[in-house]
Nanobody
Framework: QLVESGGGSVRPGGSLTLSCAVS??????????MAWFRQASGKEREGLAA????????NYADSVKGRFTISQDNNKNTIYLQMNDLKPEDTATYYC?????????????????WGQGTQVTVS
């Protein structure tokens, strides 16, 4: 089970930190790779950032590189998305994902399990 939190409303230029807590068994409990996605109204789901839980290597979409940072706390089995310099176009529902099955690290089809999403509004 994945549970996101930390969404909300913020002014342009502001910051938010999203959290995704992982619980359960199997690869949801010790996932190899986790990622953050977002989906704005009327648009396709977009991959933002991914992290390899073993070596902590990261991968970012160009749209958020330099503004967003993905990180993990293994003790809490939680990943985070620190979002800085937020823009109105960052408004979307944000999801974390795990259960990596291969393929593009930022491709939605590469993950089996998804959280319920948390809304971020920048205005």
């Amino acid at each position: 089970q994945l549970v996101e939190s930390g969404g909300g409303s913020v002014r342009p230029g502001g910051s938010l930190t999203l959290s995704c807590a992982v619980s359960g068994s199997g690869d949801t409990a010790s996932p190899y790779c986790m990622a953050w996605f977002r989906q704005a109204s009327g648009k396709e789901r977009e991959g933002l950032a991914a992290i390899d839980r073993a070596d902590r290597s990261t991968n970012y979409a160009d749209s958020v590189k330099g503004r967003f940072t993905i990180s993990q706390d293994n003790n809490k089995n939680t990943i985070y998305l620190q979002m800085n310099d937020l823009k109105p176009e960052d408004t979307a529902t944000y999801y974390c994902a795990t259960g990596y099955v291969g393929g593009a690290l930022l491709g939605p089809q590469s993950y089996r399990y998804w959280g319920q999403g948390t809304q971020v509004t920048v205005s």
